[in-house]
């Protein structure tokens, strides 16, 4: 997992969701950008992968279905590559 890059984002909003897989709570932090985007995608609808291009899929299957990064890994079989915005059971990532 890559998190060095990340270390100095600041976060706007929070999502705090039950992975349906493992049972864990689980927060996304989202910057200032990924707020507003979650806001037009909450009022006007549409596809998500359309209206919050800045969240990457990881996180927008988080934000559909609640699965964690790290069951998304094990499911689809790719790396979270921004584990760094997550929070699990209070431990950040
Ligand atoms: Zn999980």
Redesign the pocket.
Same mark, same amino acid.
């Given at each position: 997992m890559k998190n060095e890059a990340k270390e100095n984002i600041e976060y706007k909003a929070q999502i705090r969701k039950v +992975?349906p897989? +493992?049972e864990?709570e689980v927060t996304l932090r989202l910057t200032n950008q990924q707020t507003m985007e979650l806001e037009e995608y909450q009022r006007y609808g549409g596809l998500i992968q359309d209206r919050m291009p800045s969240l990457d899929r990881f996180g927008r299957e988080f934000i559909k279905t609640g699965? +964690?990064p790290? +069951?998304q890994e094990m499911l689809f079989h790719t790396e979270c590559e921004d584990s760094v915005s997550y929070i699990i059971n209070g431990v950040v990532k």
């Open positions: +992975c897989m +493992c864990r699965y +964690c790290e +069951c």
